[in-house]
C-alpha cells in the first residue's frame, strides 16, 4: 500500500509530461493569421520569494483555428539561478510559427517582443539571483517590499513601445538574436513546468479568453499564481493593444523572396546523370560535395556579415527608413547569391552529362 501514492505521482507526472509533448509538437504547424497585439494589462503583486514572472501571450488553437491569451503569471523557479525566456511568435516564410519559452541560467532570444515588465526585447531586467536569492527590480515589478525584503531599485528604459506580438512578417518586429543569444540558446533547458502546461490548458478551456470572443482583450490578462483564473489578484485587460482584424493578410501568404541566407530552404542534392561509366558518376558526386560544402560557407559568411549590419544598426539606433534600406539590400545580396549558386549547379549538372551518340553512317552517306 505505500508503493500507491508514487504509482499515483508517476501516472499524474507521465500525463503532465504528455500533455507538454503534445503542446511542444503543436507549436511548429505554420499559422496564415498573425497573433492579436498583446493587450494592455497591470501586473499583480508577487505572491512570494522565489517566484519568477512569465509574461502573457498568445497561444493557438489547432482544433478550433483560433487564438487564446495565455495570462502572464508568476511561477516558482525550477531551480535555483534559473531565469524564463519567454515564447514568441515569428513568420517562418509560409506562416506563423511559434517557439516555446524555456527555463535555462540566462535569458535567451525571444523575438525582440516587448512584453514589458523587464522582458523589453532582449534579456531581463526585472531580477537577478545572487547567492542563491533572487532580488526583485522594483521599478519593474510589482513587489510588496514590507514582505519581500531582497529588492533593488535600478531604472530601466523601454527604448521600443509597442504592442507588436510576432517576429517578421507584415509589421512585425525586426529585431534578431545577439551572437551571446545565440550562445543561450544552446545551453541545458527546462521546458515549461507542470503547473504552467496546466495554466496554459486552462486558458484554453475559457472560451473568453478566445480572440474570436474577446477582441484581443481577453477577460483575464494576469494571475498572481499560474491556474488561479477565479482567485484574488486576477487581473483585467485594461485596452486591447489596438484593433484585430483576424484575417490573413496577403503580403504574409504570398510566397516572398528570402532576405536573409537563413531564410532560404535547404539546398536538395541533384540526381547523378545516368552515364553508364562509374568512375565518372563517383566524379560528379565528388565534385558535387565540395561545390555544397564551399556553396554553404558562402551562405553562412553573409549571413554573418549581414548579422553584424543588424548589431552595428541597432546600436545606432537608426531610424525605420534607413532599416528598411538595409533589408532591401540584404535581400538582392541574398537573391543575388541564390542565383549564383543555381547556375554552379546547373552547370556542374551539364559537364557530367553524357556527349551526344555519333551520327549513324548510313544517315550521311551519299546515294549512288
Known amino acids: 500500500m505505500r508503493s500507491r501514492p508514487f504509482i499515483i505521482s508517476l501516472v499524474l507526472a507521465i500525463l503532465l509530461l504528455a500533455m507538454a509533448a503534445t503542446a511542444t509538437a503543436q507549436v511548429r504547424i505554420a499559422i496564415a493569421i498573425a497573433p492579436p497585439p498583446l493587450p494592455v494589462y497591470e501586473q499583480p503583486i508577487c505572491p512570494g520569494d522565489g517566484y519568477i514572472w512569465t509574461p502573457g501571450y498568445w497561444a493557438y488553437d489547432y482544433d478550433d483555428g483560433d487564438y487564446y491569451w495565455v495570462p502572464g503569471t508568476w511561477v516558482p523557479a525550477p531551480e535555483v539561478g534559473f531565469l524564463w525566456t519567454p515564447g514568441y511568435w515569428g513568420w517562418g516564410g509560409d506562416g506563423f510559427i511559434f517557439y516555446p519559452g524555456y527555463w535555462g541560467p540566462e535569458v535567451g532570444f525571444y523575438g525582440g517582443i516587448n512584453y514589458g515588465f523587464g522582458y523589453f526585447g532582449h534579456g531581463y531586467e526585472g531580477g537577478r539571483w545572487d547567492n542563491g536569492?533572487?532580488?526583485?527590480?522594483?521599478?519593474?515589478?510589482?513587489?510588496?517590499?514590507?514582505?519581500?525584503?531582497?529588492?533593488?531599485?535600478?531604472?530601466?528604459?523601454?527604448?521600443?513601445?509597442?504592442?507588436?506580438?510576432?517576429?517578421?512578417?507584415?509589421?512585425?518586429?525586426?529585431?534578431?538574436?545577439?551572437?551571446?543569444?545565440?550562445?543561450?540558446?544552446?545551453?541545458?533547458?527546462?521546458?515549461?513546468?507542470?503547473?504552467?502546461?496546466?495554466?496554459?490548458?486552462?486558458?484554453?478551456?475559457?472560451?473568453?479568453?478566445?480572440?474570436?470572443?474577446?477582441?484581443?482583450?481577453?477577460?483575464?490578462?494576469?494571475?498572481?499564481?499560474?491556474?488561479?483564473?477565479?482567485?484574488?489578484?486576477?487581473?483585467?485587460?485594461?485596452?486591447?493593444?489596438?484593433?484585430?482584424?483576424?484575417?490573413?493578410?496577403?503580403?504574409?501568404?504570398?510566397?516572398?523572396?528570402?532576405?536573409?541566407?537563413?531564410?532560404?530552404?535547404?539546398?536538395d542534392r541533384m540526381a547523378p546523370p545516368n552515364t553508364g561509366n562509374p568512375k565518372q558518376d563517383l566524379k560528379y558526386q565528388q565534385d558535387q560535395e565540395k561545390l555544397q560544402a564551399k556553396q554553404q560557407k558562402d551562405l553562412q559568411k553573409l549571413q554573418q556579415k549581414q548579422e553584424q549590419e543588424h548589431q552595428q544598426m541597432a546600436k545606432q539606433q537608426a531610424n525605420e527608413a534607413k532599416k528598411q534600406q538595409m533589408e532591401q539590400r540584404h535581400q538582392q545580396q541574398t537573391q543575388q547569391l541564390q542565383q549564383k549558386h543555381e547556375q554552379q549547379n546547373q552547370q556542374l549538372h551539364q559537364r557530367q552529362q553524357p556527349p551526344p551518340p555519333p551520327p549513324h553512317q548510313s544517315e550521311n552517306k551519299p546515294p549512288h
Not at 146 to 174: A, L
Open 133 to 267: 536569492r533572487f532580488y526583485y527590480n522594483t521599478t519593474a515589478n510589482r513587489v510588496n517590499v514590507e514582505v519581500i525584503h531582497n529588492v533593488y531599485n535600478t531604472r530601466v528604459t523601454e527604448t521600443t513601445v509597442n504592442r507588436v506580438s510576432y517576429n517578421g512578417g507584415n509589421g512585425g518586429v525586426s529585431a534578431r538574436p545577439r551572437p551571446e543569444e545565440v550562445v543561450v540558446a544552446q545551453q541545458r533547458h527546462i521546458a515549461p513546468v507542470g503547473v504552467q502546461v496546466q495554466h496554459e490548458q486552462a486558458a484554453r478551456s475559457d472560451k473568453q479568453q478566445r480572440a474570436s470572443v474577446n477582441h484581443g482583450a481577453p477577460a483575464v490578462a494576469a494571475t498572481a499564481k499560474p491556474g488561479a483564473f477565479k482567485e484574488s489578484g486576477v487581473v483585467r485587460t485594461r485596452e486591447a493593444g489596438r484593433a484585430y482584424n483576424p484575417t490573413p493578410r496577403p503580403e504574409n501568404n504570398a510566397s516572398k523572396p528570402a532576405l536573409h541566407p537563413n531564410d532560404l530552404p535547404r539546398a
